[in-house]
């Protein structure tokens, strides 16, 4: 731990001693960036840092340098503030220019007339943790954050929860252990006031401590939300990104102060202040104790959110990158070994779902998302395998959501975020998620009957969600496409009624009389250091490059011209397009960058295994009277 | 933030703040006025302007000074806008008194370089010479093109009596750039100015007419800003254009301008200006010297109206991935409910941004402004949907090199392979499919026949893709949905009539009914890509009839009759029934769509799996390609989707193709030889609709080109392409000839003739038992089944039955049939 650490906990400082040198001058804004960034590249000098993800926010310092990793929720509008502008010193009558940069309040006594204001701009976002972040990974991240002395006072203390703890928090019921994350300071008033949204009221646990509908995309999530300040580069942000953003903390109470207080007098002739509605009034400027604001000095957009894994693209990743390319073909295996266990001993939906893990939308052609991957595994066993299959999959990848497809959800769940032009917010919707989150469907709990419109409507925006990765956010007046990558299972008794790219039938080999015990006895098997190597190969495989010979290009376009040769109507385009797909994941789940002829000639046999079960289960069902 | 530091007027000022102007315009007006201010100013000051005095005892008497001034709250309400000398450097306390018009000294509005008399003296010029012989908007219909058009208007503003004058500022932009620029920048000075030089003018050419108040000038489209994300500081208190949707409206809000006291003890009044949100309420009595006896006399107050509205920035505009902006505007007086949410408006006005107050408990404040837009014109994009043509509502700008590269490119022979082959490059080949839609992207030229009675002829191509699944036509119509500005995109299965058409709603907050239009609506001037076409239930197909046809949509509904534009082409695909295509049936039978609303469309394709090795090798390499090859080289390879849009667009709103004599020549000889084709069989090949359809495709190639005339070579190709697509479709499987019966009845003529002799034969078989009044059904199929040497199903059987029923020979009740 340096001696100075002044750009932690007073960045202010920092800022202002750099606007006082500079005179005016407005490259002094630049040198605050370029020293922040310098800062932060420092070995390790992140991890100094605390991060609102990990750490209570009464136990943070305001106005100190904290990160976030965050998902961009909304934007709001820019606003203008001052820049820079004057105060009057009341006893010396001397004028002082001061910074308003990076902050939320002025100083007391600002001449409002002065010439040397300058008014700025600055945009708000509205940043939630990432949605459906594995237990795991916010575990790791705040162990390693804990490593190094945190500049607060806080010791964290939280005990590693076991396995079976973290299903229960995939339940509804609440968390004791939690407790310390979610308590607000936020005053009765604001109990009083604030109701919560209706998507996340039927599953947030009775004991949720706030009463802030902070728009969360899932129900049952926690964490501090944020309104972060942005001041550069505003078109380089997008909605749904995610980043880990590096800020001041500002929790300045004035920033709390809520319309009851005003007088009603005061209202009617300044106008100003009555447009804004009370619902957006609490959309945009809740109590800053539970909702604080962050103003950004750097951000770092985050290609995956694995704690396991360098986040930066720097040579410590192209290191880790080669040194465990070398290992790559044995964890496969070992992976493979422990999902086909899993998978009651099929080991053919094991590779399907190897591949479906590592998949990842890599580009668009036009309207066409190319790598998408969506695997439909028909014919799960009923009885809560699917929800055991949940968790082993949310144990091995840093985001997931367990989409229960029951007629009630189905109805009653908004899952297309939809704008609130009253309270002027995007409010959330279960699809709006982060890149490569693995979005578990569950038709096995569909039951029949009716589906309502917002039913039919969900439906819809899961067809578009997995044929074309996009979806449309309503905004009343019209849609609104948001492209989005999200790793869609379908689970499913026989075909699922939704579209995927790739359906395989389940072959269970082992029956085991209790299931239950079954898996957990599977799961117990493996090593943390096992389950973490596994989680470090499915992240790594979906960033590797790849590229295909003209070579092997010729070879693949003989092999498909043979194939139809035989019988036209066994292949079709759709199928060379997946066996494409098949073909990359396939060698990318080897470590192999360039697809050999035998990469696609094990494709073509697992893809010709897959459709003799498919043909198999269709006659069988054809048979049937 | 711009005010002065030091006051102007500093000792002369009253308590209450009000303007030199507005003093000295009430000295002229009131007795009691002269008894409150002391006269401070010269009266000939041409600064008077915005008094309220909208109760002007006495008659109006004509002219400047008898109408009545109507205060403009769009342009602030507290103005402090007195005059300095440039030569003299600092405000001075003599520079407010303006009067001075010393030779060789330039007077202009303390902080702008605005000399009130050049600045009134050029609009006045600009009104009185201004021509634009090239002016095609619709509100210039009806004037002379070649005389000066503002006069024109102040001649309609005498005739009609409303006092506004809209003044479009690309006019003053090209008549004198130098005062473009003084309005754009400071318009709360500017406009007012213009306001005084058009009642000047006004009264001197109309001294008799008698206008509620005086003429109030609107300037519209600004050139400085069009785009609701590029405002920024720099814009504050300047004149500003924005586009946006209207997302939502306040409640009227009553705001006081001017507040009227009376003294409790002796009935004394007077009126004081609301200065930015503030009442000084008079401590004194002037008449009886009590002190704070003044009570404010609600109803004897001014107010005026004002309306908040919220706009959110057009999708047009917007950067992928990013949420829409929202900004607050503020209407006042006539302005207010001018506008509906949901509409789509150009709004110009002063961009203000205001310091948030600060509670006065508390010692810091926030230090963000809160910025809104007080409207001076509100212009609707959309309104003119309503009626008639629209080819500019778009608005869409093209810069001079834009123009120039789209016209390169339509120069070029290869246009047209070149566009079709940018067109969906993730699909392969299809190109006849890739032409078929270019030309419905473009589209025929619109005519009007309505003096004739005949109404708008169809210029929309209507388009019916059927094939295989699988065949990428959900992918191809995804593309021409993102392709298109004005596209909707729906699917069969998940739309019902009322998701397509319209549907009346009760708005939650006012219990009003509100219509709210479907897809084929919004899709107006745009293409409605349709999926799944066959999942459609019938009573939903059944609008569309009306749609593809007349280009309307009628709805009756809650009490809401009316008839909307529906001016869209559909892009429909639909699978064959039996999941796969089978050859040896007709269209119709393989995707059991009614022939009626088949032969509305202008072109069907099927789209199948040809089944060769060249196709598939070609087909095996174009995928292969698609995912393995670089943006780079993808780049090179087609056109870009943005150079596509723009092409399209220009050609829609700036190529009007009409037919020239050879085409038209060869357009009759094309519709002879395909009613040729037919007689010979004793077919109808071809109809009038087909004609059309001819006849829309050729324009819709000569647009391509951008060419004004229709050619030979549009012909050409509309006919290669109506030829194509009927191949494809209308061929009858039984005898391998074009038969457009197919498309047209519902059924081929081979068909039908079958059906015919069938009847004939069971109607023999019959009349050959004798006299039998009845007899079994499934026996009678039997006998029918047993003396044909043709296999015989038993819908033929059925058909039969309905035929012999229909020429009254017998009935079927149940599973017997009777004899009549």
Redesign the interface.
């Known amino acids: 731990m340096p001696s100075s650490h002044d750009w932690i906990n007073k960045p202010l400082g920092v800022v202002e001693a750099m606007f006082a040198q500079s005179n005016s001058n407005p490259e002094w804004e630049a040198k605050v960036l370029e020293y922040f960034k310098g800062q932060l590249k420092e070995k390790e000098s992140h991890s100094w840092v605390p991060s609102l993800n990990d750490v209570p926010l009464h136990y943070l310092k305001p106005n100190s340098l904290v990160k976030f990793r965050c998902l961009v929720q ?2 709001f ?6 820049g820079v ?1 004057e105060t009057v010193d009341p006893s010396t009558k001397a004028n002082v220019l001061r910074c ?1 940069k990076y ?6 006594g ?1 001449d ?4 040397n ?1 300058v ?3 600055r945009q708000t976002f509205y940043c939630v943790p990432i949605p459906g972040e594995s237990p795991w990974a916010k575990e790791i991240s705040f162990l390693s954050a804990a490593r190094v002395v945190p500049s607060t006072s806080y010791v964290p203390s939280r005990q590693k929860r076991s396995y079976e703890e973290d299903d229960d928090d995939m339940d509804t019921q609440p968390q004791k252990q939690r407790e310390p994350h979610t308590e607000p300071h936020g005053n009765g008033d604001s109990k009083r006031q604030e109701t919560e949204a209706p998507s996340s009221q039927t599953t947030t646990p009775s004991d949720c401590s706030s009463h802030l509908d902070l728009n969360f995309p899932l129900p049952g999530e926690r964490g501090p939300a944020c309104l972060v300040k942005v001041y550069e580069g505003l ?1 380089s ?4 990104d995610t980043l880990e953003i590096y800020g001041i903390l500002s929790v ?1 109470p ?2 709390t ?1 809520l319309g009851e ?2 007088d009603p007098s ?1 209202l009617l ?5 009555s ?1 804004e509605t009370p619902e957006e009034q609490r959309a945009h400027d809740p109590p800053a104790s539970l909702v604080p604001r962050l103003h950004m000095l750097y951000a770092r957009p985050l290609q995956h959110n694995n704690p396991l894994l360098p986040s930066a693209p720097t040579e410590d990743q192209s290191a880790f990158v080669s040194s465990f390319l070398v290992e790559m073909a044995s964890v496969r295996a070992e992976l493979l070994a422990y999902l086909t266990h899993v998978l009651l001993g099929d080991g053919l939906a094991a590779e399907y779902l190897l591949l479906h893990l590592i998949s990842d939308v890599y ?1 668009r ?4 998302p ?1 790598g998408k991957f969506t695997l439909n595994l028909s014919g799960c066993p009923l009885n809560s395998y699917t929800e055991r299959l949940y968790q082993i999959v949310q144990q091995l990848v840093p985001c997931s959501y367990r989409l229960s497809m029951s007629l009630h959800t189905m109805n009653s769940m908004r899952l297309v975020p939809k ?1 609130d ?2 309270a ?1 917010r ?1 409010v959330s919707g279960a699809l709006q998620l982060a890149r490569n989150t693995s979005l578990f469907l569950d038709e096995t709990q569909l039951e029949q009957g009716q589906l309502d419109s917002s039913g ?1 409507r969900n439906i ?1 925006a899961l067809g578009n969600l997995i ?2 990765q996009k979806v449309d956010y309503d ?4 849609q ?1 496409e ?2 989005c990558n999200i790793n869609v299972l379908v689970t499913s008794e026989g075909r699922s009624l939704l579209p995927s790219d790739c359906q395989v039938p389940l072959q269970p080999q082992v029956t085991p009389p209790n299931m239950e015990e079954y898996l957990t006895t599977i799961h117990m098997a493996q090593f943390t250091s096992q389950i973490n190597k596994f989680r470090v190969y499915l992240s790594l495989a979906r960033t590797l490059d ?3 010979s003209d070579e092997v ?1 010729k070879a ?2 003989d092999d ?2 043979d194939m ?2 035989d019988d ?1 109507q066994s292949v ?3 199928d ?2 997946r066996m ?2 098949v073909a ?1 994941l396939l060698s990318l789940s080897l470590g192999q960058t360039t697809l050999s002829r035998d990469g696609w000639m094990r494709a073509k046999h697992i893809d010709m295994l897959r459709r003799s079960r498919t043909e198999q289960q269709k006659s069988l069902n054809g048979n049937e009277p | ?1 711009s ?3 030091s006051t102007p007027v500093g000792s002369k000022r009253s308590r209450d703040d009000i303007p030199v102007t507005r003093k000295l315009y009430r000295n002229r007006l009131s007795e009691s006025y002269l008894q409150i201010l002391p006269s401070e100013v010269d009266m000939s000051s041409p600064l008077m302007y915005g008094t309220p005095s909208s109760r002007v005892e006495g008659t109006p008497r004509s002219g400047v000074r008898g109408t009545p001034v109507r205060q403009r709250p769009d342009l602030g309400s507290a103005r402090k806008a007195p005059q300095v000398d440039l030569h003299t450097e600092l405000p001075s306390a003599d520079g407010a008194v303006a009067s001075e018009q010393a030779a060789g000294q330039k007077l202009v509005i303390w902080g702008t370089d605005v000399n009130v008399g050049t600045c009134k003296e050029k609009f006045q010029r600009f009104l009185q010479r201004f021509i634009d012989p090239t002016s095609n908007e619709d509100e210039n219909a009806g004037l002379d093109l070649n005389e000066p058009l503002y006069m024109q208007k102040l001649e309609e503003i005498s005739v009609i009596g409303e006092p506004v004058l809209n003044v479009n500022c690309s006019h003053v932009q090209s008549f004198d750039a130098d005062l473009y620029r003084q309005l754009i920048s400071y318009p709360q000075e500017v406009i007012p100015t213009f306001d005084m030089a058009v009642n000047e003018l006004f009264f001197e050419r109309f001294p008799d007419s008698i206008l509620e108040h005086q003429i109030q000038v609107r300037p519209y489209n600004a050139l400085k800003t069009r785009n609701m994300r590029s ?3 720099e814009d ?1 208190d300047q004149m500003i254009t924005i586009s946006g ?1 209207v ?2 409206t ?1 409640q009227l ?1 009553p ?1 006081m301008q001017e507040a009227f006291f009376q003294c409790q003890v002796c009935a004394f009044s007077t009126r004081v200006e609301v200065d930015r ?2 009442i000084a309420e008079p401590a004194v009595c002037r008449n009886c010297n009590t002190t704070h006896s003044l009570a404010l006399i609600h109803n004897r107050s001014a107010f005026s109206d ?1 309306q ?1 509205i ?1 706009v ?1 920035e057009s ?1 047009d505009d ?11 505007v ?1 209407a006042h007086n006539d302005l207010v409910d001018k506008v509906q ?2 509409d789509r408006i150009n709004i110009t006005g002063i961009y203000r ?5 600060e ?1 006065p408990r ?11 837009i007080d409207v001076i014109h509100f212009r609707k994009t959309d309104e003119k949907r309503l009626h008639g043509l629209d080819e500019d509502s778009d608005q869409k700008l093209f810069t001079e090199e834009r123009v120039q590269t789209l016209k390169e490119l339509a120069a070029k022979p290869d246009v047209y392979e070149r566009l079709s082959s940018a067109l ?3 699909i ?1 080949e299809q190109e006849d499919i890739k032409k078929g839609i270019l030309l419905q992207l473009f589209g025929g030229t619109r005519k009007d026949f309505s003096q004739t009675g005949r109404g708008n002829f169809r210029a929309e191509v209507n388009i019916l893709l059927c094939g295989d699944p ?3 036509k ?2 191809l119509l ?2 021409v949905f ?1 392709l298109v500005p004005r596209g909707q995109y729906t ?1 069969g299965k ?1 739309s019902s009539a009322v998701g397509l058409t319209a549907y009346v709603m009760k708005d939650p907050e006012t219990k009003q009914l509100v219509l709210q239009t479907g897809a084929l609506v919004l899709s107006d001037n745009g293409i409605c890509c349709i999926d799944e076409f066959d999942k459609m239930s019938d009573s939903t197909r059944s609008v569309l009839h009306e749609v593809m046809e007349q280009q309307t949509l009628s709805i009756a509904k809650a009490g809401i009759i009316c008839q909307l534009n529906a001016r869209t082409s559909v892009l429909a695909a639909a699978n064959p029934v039996e999941s796969q295509w089978n050859p040896k049936k007709t269209t119709i039978e393989n995707i059991q769509l009614p022939h009626t609303l088949l032969s509305r469309f202008d072109l069907i394709f099927l789209m199948l ?1 040809p ?1 060769d ?1 060249a196709y ?2 070609r ?3 174009h ?6 090859q670089s ?1 780079e080289q ?1 780049e090179e390879e087609f056109l870009d ?1 943005a150079v596509l849009k723009d092409y399209i667009a220009y050609a829609r709103t700036y190529i009007n193709p009409r037919l020239n004599e050879e085409a038209s020549q060869a357009l009759i000889e094309a519709y002879v030889d395909m009613r040729k084709i037919g007689s010979g069989r004793g077919m109808v090949s071809a109809y009038p609709r087909q004609l059309e359809s001819l006849i829309r495709l050729a324009e819709a190639h000569a647009k391509v080109r951008f060419s004004d005339k229709v050619e030979t070579v549009d012909v050409e190709e509309a006919k290669r392409l109506h030829r194509e697509a009927l191949k494809q479709s209308a061929t009858d499987p039984r005898t391998g000839f074009v038969d457009i019966s197919i498309l047209t009845t519902g059924m081929s003529a081979t068909a039908r003739k079958r059906k015919e002799e069938v009847a004939q034969a069971l109607k023999k078989m019959i009349q050959s038992r004798g006299k039998i009044p009845a007899m079994k059904y499934q026996q009678l199929f039997d006998d029918l089944r047993g003396q044909s040497e043709a296999a015989i199903t038993k819908d033929m059987f059925e058909e039969a039955l309905r035929a012999l029923a229909d020429e009254d020979y017998l009935t079927v009740t149940g599973k017997t049939v009777r004899l009549l």
């Open positions: 909304d934007m509008d820019p606003e203008f503030y001052m502008y308003g902050k939320d309040v002025t100083e007391c600002v409002l007339n002065s010439r204001t008014t700025a701009e078109d942000f997008k909605l749904n300045n004035v920033l102060v207080e005003k005061l002739l300044n106008p100003t202040e447009m580009t052609r036009d309207v066409l190319l704008k032009y009253v002027n995007l039919v819809t044929s074309w905004f009343s007046y019209h609104m948001f492209p790849y590229s295909i290009t693949v376009e498909f011209v139809r040769k036209p079709t385009a759709e060379l397009h494409l797909v990359r | 933030m005010s002065p530091t405002l920024n500081p504050i949707m997302i939502r306040s809000i705001e949100g503030r004002k908040m919220k959110q999708p917007m950067p992928a991935g990013q949420t829409p902006h929202t900004t607050i503020y949410p949901g941004a205001v310091p948030m107050r509670n508390q010692s810091t404040v926030k230090s963000v402004y809160k910025t809104h969906a490059p993730s392969y699988g065949t990428s959900s992918q995804q593309y993102n699917s998940g799996d089944q090795e598939d090798r087909l095996a390499h995928l292969v390609a698609l995912y393995y943006e993808i989707m």
